[in-house]
Antibody, heavy 117, light 106 residues
Framework: EVQLVESGGGLIQPGGSLRLSCAASGFTVSSNYMSWVRQAPGKGLEWVSVLYSGGSTYYADSVEGRFTISRDNSKKTLYLQMNSLRAEDTAVYYC???????????WGQGTLVTVSS | DIQMTQSPSSLSAFVGDRVTITCRASQGISNHLAWFQQKQGKAPKSLIYAASSLRSGVPSRFSGSGSGTDFTLTISNLQPEDFATYYCQQYNSYPLTFGPGTKVDI
């Protein structure tokens, strides 16, 4: 059974850094495209980043240069390193697997990041 | 960037109704469109990919159609567990973009 479990969220001051983790089971992280999607409180879904199986990465303009997506194949874990955090980065962060036909098929339960002083 | 719009933004319906949600892309995206269901406080759930292909385990009362710029999600015989917010999403090009959502309530 495919499962994605995020962790690492919390309260952080503006300008701070945080690393989110997404532990995967039931499939091989390195063989799939993996993505992060976020949702600000009471708002819609916003794509953040994707990591290809081959290692290529893409980012939303709003996080380019501040966030870095990566993975540890041995730990079957996807990461999102978030630096220079801003109040507008406050959101629930979901990891999602890109499945058949290039669309998201499985999502984690999310982890809340709150950027506030 | 490809902008996604949805209509209506919200609707009220009865159990047993047929509901149709429309999604429009600002430029052609072929059939690279997905639909997701999200209940309050929960993660999104994948319903449909490639505009009309149903994900495994999703009830057949859900269906999708469309290509190019105009797409629809139809829920026939609405059930109590279907009351949620529905999002469309294009995956034709980066940045991936979502519609603003359609809230379906009683």
């Amino acid at each position: 059974e495919v499962q994605l479990v995020e962790s690492g969220g919390g309260l952080i001051q503006p300008g701070g850094s945080l690393r989110l983790s997404c532990a995967a089971s039931g499939f091989t992280v390195s063989s799939n495209y993996m993505s992060w999607v976020r949702q600000a409180p009471g708002k819609g879904l916003e794509w953040v980043s994707v990591l290809y199986s081959g290692g290529s990465t893409y980012y939303a303009d709003s996080v380019e240069g501040r966030f870095t997506i990566s993975r540890d194949n041995s730990k079957k874990t996807l990461y999102l390193q978030m630096n220079s955090l801003r109040a507008e980065d406050t959101a629930v962060y979901y990891c999602a697997r890109v499945g058949s036909a290039w669309a998201f098929d499985y999502w984690g339960q999310g982890t809340l990041v709150t950027v506030s002083s | 960037d490809i902008q996604m719009t949805q209509s209506p933004s919200s609707l009220s319906a009865f159990v047993g109704d047929r509901v149709t949600i429309t999604c429009r892309a600002s430029q052609g995206i072929s059939n690279h469109l997905a639909w997701f269901q999200q209940k309050q406080g929960k993660a999104p759930k994948s319903l449909i990919y490639a505009a009309s292909s149903l994900r495994s385990g999703v009830p057949s009362r859900f269906s999708g159609s469309g290509s190019g710029t105009d797409f629809t999600l139809t829920i026939s015989n609405l059930q109590p567990e279907d009351f949620a917010t529905y999002y469309c999403q294009q995956y034709n090009s980066y940045p991936l973009t979502f519609g603003p959502g359609t809230k379906v309530d009683i």
